[in-house]
């Protein structure tokens, strides 16, 4: 090592020792808490928002998916009153005293009020 | 600070306990301060730098493990984007004759128990990187003004170690020309 590098080997070395430092340091302190207060405000906010929106979201798929089901098999059980009633009717023709003609009636009358029933309950709690 | 001490102030950071954060500023503002000095050749955009590090540090805290290193290296690495970013869109600018002349009068006479003063540092490491490429100053201000291990260093930039120690060596190289050119050559 020449006589050149080992000078400025203990420039480097000195400057080792030394550190900048900063000259308002509680000024810094303030400046940045005051950023990261700034920075946290929305995310203080928008955490519960969030979670409320995907709340929300979860319950309304749930009552829809709840609905179409109910409004389905509704539908489908009146349609098969309507076919078995029109088909009934067709066979065999409805005469007073017939009693398994009433018997089906009101078996199939009862079923469909029960479903009418049903459905207006769902419909009056949503 | 004492490691089990960091680790609950990390902690208490990841919660979002404020106080925590405002003594890891504390500790560690100086650290991030010096790097950015060093890198950016200007206090106040080594005081920004710093600011906007620090804001990142407490965004990206939850990402921080003790496993992935030290908390030093890794707010390093934050610090050392910070510079990089804005180095890209600011070049320092060449040392002036007033730049020059604070240099040649540290390096006469370097006084071990006396602390430079920011300006001073400003000026001596614009003359000491003046001719050198931007990774070479980078590595430069990791390895020699901040003491850095290559292996810190190799995390902090991304570098390879092969890269590192010839782009450190380059650096050594113009530092001396640099030196000779400006009549320091005893």
């Known amino acids: 090592m020449t006589n050149n590098e080992q000078l400025i080997d203990n420039i480097f070395k000195d400057l080792q020792n030394k550190h900048p430092r900063l000259s308002h340091p509680n000024e810094m302190i303030d400046s940045i808490m005051r950023k990261i207060e700034q920075e946290s405000q929305p995310t203080r906010w928008f955490v519960p928002v969030r979670n409320c929106s995907i709340a929300a979201a979860i319950l309304l798929l749930f009552i829809f998916t709840f609905q179409m089901i109910t409004v389905n098999y509704a539908t489908d059980g009146a349609s098969i009153i309507a076919y078995q009633n029109e088909t009934l009717s067709k ?5 007073d005293g017939d009693l398994y003609i009433n018997y089906i009636q009101k078996k199939l009358y009862g079923k469909s009020s029960y479903e009418l029933l049903k459905k207006k309950i769902y419909e009056s709690k949503y | 600070m004492e490691q089990r001490r960091l680790n609950s102030i ?4 990841k919660d979002g306990d404020t106080e925590a954060f405002r003594l890891l500023v504390s500790e560690y503002q100086n650290m991030g301060f010096s790097l950015a000095l060093k890198l950016l050749c200007s206090e106040s955009d080594a005081e920004d730098a710093v600011q ?6 407490w965004q990206n805290i939850n990402r921080y493990s003790e496993s992935k290193g030290k908390f030093t290296t890794w707010l390093y690495k934050i610090v050392y984007r910070v510079c990089l970013d804005r180095l890209k869109h600011k070049k320092i600018t060449s040392p002036l004759p007033i730049d020059q002349t604070v240099f040649l009068t540290y390096v006469s006479a370097p006084d071990p128990e006396q602390q430079l003063m920011n300006s001073q540092w400003v000026a001596i490491v614009k003359v000491l990187v003046s001719e050198l490429s931007s990774k070479q100053q980078i590595v430069f201000t990791l390895s020699v003004l901040e003491n850095m291990e290559t292996e810190e260093i190799e995390k902090i930039t991304g570098l390879s170690a092969d890269n590192i120690k010839s782009d450190l060596y380059v650096a050594r190289q113009k530092i001396k020309k640099q030196l000779t050119r400006l009549g320091y050559d005893k």
């Open chain 1, 91 to 95: 066979t065999r023709p409805i005469k």
């Open chain 2, 52 to 57: 906007e590090a620090f804001v990142n540090v």
């Open chain 2, 10 to 13: 990390i902690l208490k950071c």
